[in-house]
């Protein structure tokens, strides 16, 4: 194998110390990782791989008749870009207590199952606005002051889905 060899200014030829070559190739590998990094980097955390940076819907929450009603006031979003759309059916709620323990039944219902004759099973209604099969701004979500009352054992609730949290809020 042939040494690696340099001329000097002189025009002499002297081999390489393997020091520097070893200096030389190390550069080398950590502008290759550095560059490969900045590369796939971004992809990894794309929404489109799965990891999920959901800015979550905003929520105004009222007392109307007996009723927490909380309005969806902005839908869930990517800082700005649009995440794919979520159906109604993949969408769950989970209704929490102040120490976030889960409240029987309402752990991850289908928001497709909170309809009006399901009232009395989860004391919890979805109700769209038009025939959308997907949320929209406007749609509100009731749920029983008797059975989720406000005060110090008031609960929350959490919108999830496929994507991560989409929302949460508390009743008060």
Same mark, same amino acid.
């Given at each position: 194998m042939k040494k690696m060899q340099r001329t000097d200014t002189r025009g002499v030829r002297r081999p390489i110390s393997p020091r520097a070559i070893h200096i030389a190739l190390d550069s080398v590998a950590l502008v290759a990782v550095v560059v490969l990094f900045a590369v796939v980097l971004p992809y990894y955390l794309s929404p489109r791989i799965g990891v999920s940076y959901i800015v979550p819907m905003r929520f105004t929450v009222q007392r109307i008749d007996g009723n927490?009603?909380?309005?969806?006031?902005?839908?869930?979003?990517?800082?700005?870009?649009e995440p %794919?759309?979520?159906? /109604? @059916? +993949?969408a769950t709620i989970t209704v929490r207590d102040i120490n976030s323990t889960i409240r029987q039944p309402? &752990?991850?219902v %289908?928001?497709?199952? /909170? @309809? +009006?004759?399901n009232w009395h099973i989860y004391k919890v209604y979805?109700?769209?606005?038009?025939?959308? &099969?997907?949320?929209?701004v406007g749609a509100s979500i009731l749920l029983d002051m008797n059975a989720y009352p406000r005060g110090p054992r008031g609960y929350s609730f959490v919108l999830e889905s496929r994507l991560g949290i989409l929302g949460e809020c508390d009743l008060q």
């Open positions: 927490w009603s909380v309005r969806i006031d902005e839908l869930y979003h990517w800082n700005g870009r %794919p759309s979520v159906a /109604l @059916t +993949e309402m &752990s991850h %289908p928001l497709s199952n /909170l @309809t +009006e004759s979805y109700q769209k606005k038009g025939s959308e &099969s997907d949320f929209v």
